[in-house]
């Protein structure tokens, strides 16, 4: 019924007046602009965050690969300490038992030269006698 209708009133209009219809245009084309103009300004802020998110995810790459080739770094140089530390821990193994074998000789050389001692007295003795 309601395009029935328009098409009646459409039929009893035999002329538009062009300028009105360049009227209409220009005003639908003002609204619509004023309608877009946030949606436009929003994209372009979108566009510029990205923008900005494009170089700090860039930097992040560039310090994270830093970081990797830092901790790689830092593997190297634990393992180089881990390594001296089992050299050093072999190192004091060996010391500790060739000082162990050194007290056993001094103690040793301790008792033969106690004895060595009572042997001598025991000659002074019978020599003054």
Do not use: W
């Not at 609204?31 to 979108?46: R, T, V």
């Not at 560039?62 to 901790?71: G, N, P, R």
């Amino acid at each position: 019924m309601v395009i029935i209708k328009a098409e009646e009133t459409l039929k009893g209009v035999k002329f538009l007046d062009r300028e009105f219809l360049e009227a209409l245009s220009s005003m639908l084309d003002k609204k619509l602009d004023e309608k877009l103009e946030p949606i436009k300004n929003d994209i372009a802020d979108l566009k510029e965050d990205v923008g900005t998110l494009k170089a700090d995810v860039s930097i992040l790459k560039s310090d994270v690969s830093m970081l990797k080739s830092d901790v790689t770094h830092i593997k190297k140089k634990v393992d180089s300490v881990y390594d001296q530390t089992a050299d050093l821990t072999e190192f004091r193994t060996d010391v500790l038992s060739k000082l162990d074998s050194v007290d056993d000789d001094i103690s040793t050389i301790e008792t033969v030269t106690a004895s060595n001692y009572l042997y001598i007295n025991k000659l002074k003795r019978m020599k003054s006698v």
